[in-house]
C-alpha cells in the first residue's frame, strides 16, 4: 500500500525567509502524481503545487517550489519569502495515474513569525 | 472555475437525528466525488468514494448504513450521517474529480469548503 510520510508536525520560519517541509512516500508504482495541499485556519483546501512522476524537471509556482527526488521518493516544498499569509497545515499527497485515491501525509503546520 | 460548494457550512443537531450534507460542483461535471472526515489538527480521512449513478465505495472500518453517500447526478453528492451521535462531530470535506472540458488537471480533486457537525 502506498504512504506518505510527512515528518515535521509543526515548523516555523521568519516572515521573508525560506523554508522546506519535508514529505517521502512508499510506492511501487511509476507512474503517479504528487501534490502539496495548503489548509489555512477557513479549512479550505487549497492546492499549491503537482508534480508528474514522470517529469524530471521540478515543479514551481511563483514562492513555491518543489525537490522531485524520485528514486529517494522524496518530495520537499520550499516557500521562498515567506509571508504571514503562509501560516496554514500542509499536506503532502499521492495518487496513482489513473487511480481515484489521494493518499495524505499527516501534515505539517507552519507558523510564520513576523 | 473547478468549484466545489458544500451545504451546509456549519450543523448542530441533537443525538439521534440525521443530518445531510450536500456537495455540488458548480461549473464542471463530477464524475467521482469524495467525502472525507477530519479531526482537529489531523489529516483527512477518506471515508468513500462515489460515482455518479452508482453505489458508493466505502473505506474500511466507515459504517455504510450510519454513512449514506448518494450521487445522484453529476453534481451533486449527499452525505446523511444517519443517528447522528456526539462522537459523528467532526469536520466533513467532499471533493470532486471529473472531465473538465478545456481543462488538462482531470487528476486533481478539488476540494469543497468543508462542513462543521457538532452533535449534542
Known amino acids: 500500500a502506498q504512504t506518505v510520510t510527512q515528518s515535521q508536525p509543526e515548523m516555523s520560519v521568519q516572515e521573508a525567509e525560506t523554508v522546506t517541509l519535508s514529505c517521502t512516500y512508499d510506492t511501487s508504482e511509476s507512474d503517479y502524481y504528487l501534490f502539496w495541499y495548503k489548509q489555512p485556519p477557513s479549512r479550505q483546501m487549497i492546492l499549491v503545487i503537482r508534480?508528474?512522476?514522470?517529469?524530471?524537471q521540478n515543479a514551481t509556482e511563483n514562492r513555491f517550489s518543489v525537490n522531485f527526488q524520485k528514486a529517494a521518493k522524496s518530495f520537499s516544498l520550499k516557500i521562498s519569502d515567506s509571508q504571514l499569509g503562509d501560516a496554514a497545515m500542509y499536506f503532502c499527497a499521492y495518487k496513482v495515474e489513473y487511480g481515484n485515491k489521494l493518499v495524505f501525509g499527516a501534515g505539517t503546520i507552519l507558523r510564520v513569525k513576523s | 472555475g473547478a468549484v466545489v460548494s458544500q451545504h451546509p457550512s456549519w450543523v448542530i443537531c441533537k443525538s439521534g437525528t440525521s443530518v445531510k450534507i450536500e456537495c455540488r460542483s458548480l461549473?464542471?461535471?463530477?464524475?467521482?466525488m469524495f467525502w472525507y472526515r477530519q479531526f482537529p489538527k489531523q489529516s483527512l480521512m477518506l471515508m468513500a468514494t462515489s460515482n455518479e449513478g452508482s453505489k458508493a465505495t466505502y473505506e474500511q472500518g466507515v459504517e455504510k448504513d450510519k454513512f449514506l453517500i448518494n450521487h445522484a447526478s453529476l453534481t451533486l453528492s449527499t452525505l446523511t450521517v444517519t443517528s447522528a451521535h456526539p462522537e459523528d462531530s467532526s469536520f466533513y470535506i467532499c471533493?470532486?474529480?471529473?472531465?473538465?472540458?478545456?481543462?488538462?488537471?482531470?487528476?486533481?480533486?478539488?476540494f469543497g469548503p468543508g462542513t462543521r457537525l457538532t452533535v449534542l
Open positions: 471533493s470532486a474529480r471529473g472531465g473538465l472540458a478545456g481543462v488538462a488537471h482531470y487528476n486533481e480533486q478539488f
Open positions: 461549473d464542471f461535471q463530477a464524475t467521482t
Open positions: 508534480q508528474e512522476a514522470y517529469k524530471q
